[in-house]
């Protein structure tokens, strides 16, 4: 029982796990910078241009040019505006970005000192249950900015986004449900290894083949969940007068639009750790290459990484192709068509399960 | 004082601290958030009680939803001290008499119980794990379960009739 | 009546129920755009490349000179009356003794402004000139820091002496001015 109980004091654990905690912020960070730089490439590219190239080799530069001119734009705190929430929204929108890493088994464990140190930051019981909690308080940085603005635009675009993100999250809990009928578990870990050891290097086993339907619709949840276009209401910049971020400026609105970012890159390691088999390297038995444990598990890491970065372009792919949704659109395809076929399929796998069982 | 300790008394004070809070602000908006920063420290609780099922629960549902209705809610009224209505001082009194009579009962009922004697046990016991909790639920408890959700169920088709009235 | 080959008649049969997924004209559309990704690029690098105008094209005026660099310039005031903009002022003055090097005709143009906040770049102040004095070179995209440096004086305007700076003088003419200049 070791491990489950979340308050264990010892220094090395401690040590370890703050090292690691470090190196998991900075890496959604360092992610979601370049990111930005991806998203407009994408964007450059499928619109046959060539996108930021002048700030470094290709452009390398330019997220840290963005960066800068963030930080040295006028700060406008609104008269009117309640300032400490004015403030404590854009800081939350970034804290529950960052927050979601925690349950994400990055790889298999690395061995260094004889000790053998999990890359997961807490293997917590309620792996996916923490998700959601942590993606249901996103919605409080989009709130409280918009009505801390004290804007009539940005409190209407608050309440466009927070009705949004709340609809989806029952289709995606609901998607979820299914897989957690296969896994018989909540803990990230054990549901990563459950996609292990299958036909053609574990490929079988992914989840994505067993729930397809499950894997869609949580896939358009996730997207709605970080506002991303199609489902980007509550950020409309010209159609909608622009959304709950409309009076903020300089490295505050920075912070709206890079919580955006790690949302999208955390989404995407959460939907290669559900479904995609996690760092599980198809086609290839990593466990009889003999090699040391610490490669395996740069490997891992790797992998895990590149399916994240393959989701996080199909992103930009459906931004760059699907326009936006209407309100009304929205709300019928959460709550009319995903909320009933999460729910069917939900049934659906129960009822293999039990019949598979007899 | 171990950690346990430590993060016990945190937790207390804030969530004491959050409670006065809510009670106090003049800002509706205001003690929905410090209703909110409550929930995380009973949280935070729950926790320390290793009961991580309903800590986790505890912040989708109430923080994570109810409160974003709560939200949706004050947010849109626009409340504000002009709105406020003016408070009778008999009013007032009657209040804190009532309340100081509500505590005085708590005070005497919690002394003569048996909870004094019982301290909760922190880092043991594994019912507050999902798959406990959820076979307990499912077996000792299934009836009140299974009625809970049938009120659930009559709730939300409540819900749906009276958005379909127009 | 059909006005092109490629018109196309729109369906506006109801859709099915397969068709409100729209998942076929989902598919179809990222088709199209991660096709684009393999296109050739179409964007011109501009300060390091130029696009290639066409002979017609129509930028900033230059005040031409003769072969001997003498201002062609008489100040008859044909393109200011020609310009649709009204962009054009100017004020003429009689050539002295001795200034025949400077300017071709006894009459010059001693004040002659352009305002290209006004300039719609029509070239009908080239076509009004009898004396072949104004063209619109292939220079374009001017930049200043106020509007008033956006009111061209004759400096501005005037081409570089082609005998005391013949590159510059070829610069500036570009392959714009076809007609010839000596007349």
């Keep these: ?326 309100f009304d659109q929205l709300m019928n395809l959460g709550w009319k068509r995903l909320i009933p076929l999460a729910l069917i399929n939900m049934v659906i796998t129960a009822f293999v399960i039990l019949w598979l069982k007899k | 004082m171990n950690v346990t300790q430590i993060l016990f008394w945190f937790l207390s004070v804030l969530a004491l601290f959050g409670a006065l809070m809510v009670v106090t602000s003049k800002n509706p908006v205001h003690s929905v958030l410090w209703l909110i920063a409550t929930f995380f420290s009973i949280s935070g609780h729950y926790i320390l009680l290793n009961a991580q099922f309903l800590a986790i629960v505890n912040i989708i549902v109430y923080a994570g939803a109810i409160m974003v209705l709560f939200l949706f809610v004050i947010m849109l009224m626009n409340l504000n001290k002009t709105t406020e209505p003016k408070k009778n001082r008999w009013l007032k009194l009657a209040g804190g008499v009532a309340g100081g009579c509500l505590l005085l009962v708590f005070i005497a009922a919690l002394k003569s119980s048996e909870i004094t004697q019982q301290t909760a046990e922190v880092k043991t016991g594994d019912i507050g794990l999902i798959k406990n909790l959820g076979r307990e639920l499912f077996s000792t408890y299934v009836v009140p379960f299974e009625i809970s959700s049938i009120l659930f169920l009559s709730a939300m088709v409540g819900a749906v009739v009276i958005g379909k009235k127009e | 009546m059909q006005l092109t080959q490629r018109a196309k008649q729109v369906d506006r049969r109801p859709m099915t129920q397969l068709e409100k997924l729209y998942l076929w004209n989902i598919a179809k559309g990222m088709w199209i755009t991660i096709s684009h990704l393999f296109k050739r690029k179409v964007t011109i690098q501009y300060p390091e490349q130029k696009r290639t105008f066409s002979k017609v094209f129509r930028g900033v005026q230059i005040l031409n000179r003769d072969e001997e660099g003498r201002e062609r310039c008489t100040a008859c005031g044909l393109c200011a009356v020609a310009c649709p903009a009204e962009a054009i002022t100017m004020e003429a003055a009689e050539r002295q003794p001795g200034e025949e090097h400077l300017y071709k005709e006894e009459k010059y143009a001693a004040k002659y402004e352009i305002n290209m906040l006004r300039c719609i770049f029509c070239g009908y102040c080239e076509e009004a000139c009898p004396k072949d004095a104004i063209y619109l070179s292939q220079t374009f995209a001017q930049a200043n820091y106020d509007r008033k440096g956006f009111i061209y004086k004759k400096e501005d305007l005037l081409i570089p002496n082609p005998k005391e700076d013949p590159d510059a003088y070829q610069r500036a003419v570009g392959e714009r001015v076809t007609k010839p200049l000596s007349s």
């Design chain 1, 1 to 326: 029982m070791q491990g489950m109980y979340l308050l264990v004091v010892d220094w090395y654990f401690i040590l370890e796990k703050f090292l690691l905690v470090g190196l998991v912020v900075s890496l959604s960070m360092v992610v979601a910078m370049y990111a930005t730089y991806a998203e407009r490439k994408v964007a450059a590219f499928l619109q046959d241009r060539i996108g930021p190239n002048r700030a470094g080799i290709f452009g390398l530069l330019q997220p840290l040019a963005d960066g800068g001119k963030l930080f040295f734009k006028e700060e406008i705190i609104p008269l009117a505006s309640s300032k400490a929430l004015f403030v404590l929204g854009p800081m939350l929108a970034m804290i529950t970005a960052l927050l979601t890493s925690a349950v994400i088994p990055w790889s298999t464990p690395l061995r260094i000192f004889d000790r053998n140190i999990s890359l997961q930051i807490a293997d917590i019981n309620i792996g996916i249950l923490y998700i959601f909690g942590v993606v249901s308080l996103g919605v409080y940085g989009i709130m409280i900015g918009g009505w801390a603005s004290n804007n009539k635009f940005s409190l209407l675009a608050a309440i466009r986004g927070a009705s949004q993100m709340i609809s989806y999250e029952l289709a995606m809990g609901l998607s979820l449900i299914a897989l957690l009928m296969l896994t018989g578990s909540l803990q990230m870990s054990v549901i990563v290894n459950h996609q292990l050891g299958g036909g053609l290097g574990g490929l079988l086993s992914w989840h994505v083949i067993y729930q397809p339907l499950g894997f869609v619709i949580f896939f358009i949840c996730a997207m709605a969940e970080c506002n991303r276009t199609p489902f980007d209401l509550p950020e409309a910049e010209n159609e909608l007068n622009f959304g709950y971020h409309q009076e903020y400026s300089s490295m505050k609105l920075g912070f709206y639009l890079f919580a955006e970012y790690i949302n999208m890159f955390i989404s995407g390691v959460v939907m290669s750790t559900l479904f995609f088999g996690g760092y599980d390297l198809p086609f290839v038995n990593e466990e009889t290459w003999n090699i040391h444990q610490n490669w395996l598990a740069i490997i891992g890491f790797c992998t895990l990484l590149g399916k994240a970065f393959f989701f996080v372009f199909v992103f930009m792919w459906i931004r760059w192709t699907i326009p936006r949704f209407r």
